[in-house]
């Protein structure tokens, strides 16, 4: 069974930095593909970013340029770090592994940036 592992979320200022982390139990080569998303307070679940397993990255445009995607193969894990921090970047981050014909969710870790 695939298990998905999030950590890092917490309390920062705006202008800050903060690094999450998503443990797979499954080698990151022989998946698809990892995404990171994330739910505002009351509203909607949203996409991140996403990298492939060759490496190809994407991110969504209110990220673009602040956030970076990158995965460590060896340790079976995927990062998000996010500088620069907005008090709209505030929410529950979920990762998520798409993996042969279906995605699996973490349990999602809470990032709040106060203003």
């Known amino acids: 069974q695939v298990q998905l592992v999030e950590s890092g979320g917490g309390l920062v200022q705006a202008g800050g930095s903060l690094r999450l982390s998503c443990a797979a139990s499954?080698?990151?080569?022989?998946?698809?593909?990892m995404a990171w998303y994330r739910q505002p307070p009351g509203e909607q679940r949203e996409w991140v970013a996403r990298i492939t397993r060759s490496g190809t990255t994407n991110y969504a445009d209110s990220v673009k340029g602040r956030f970076t995607i990158s995965t460590d193969n060896a340790k079976n894990t995927v990062y998000l770090q996010m500088n620069s921090l907005k008090p709209e970047d505030t929410g529950v981050y979920y990762c998520?592994?798409?993996?042969?014909?279906?995605?699996?969710w973490g349990q999602g870790t809470l990032v709040t940036v106060s203003s």
């Open positions: 998520n592994l798409e993996y042969i014909l279906e995605n699996y």
């Open positions: 499954v080698p990151l080569l022989s998946i698809k593909a």
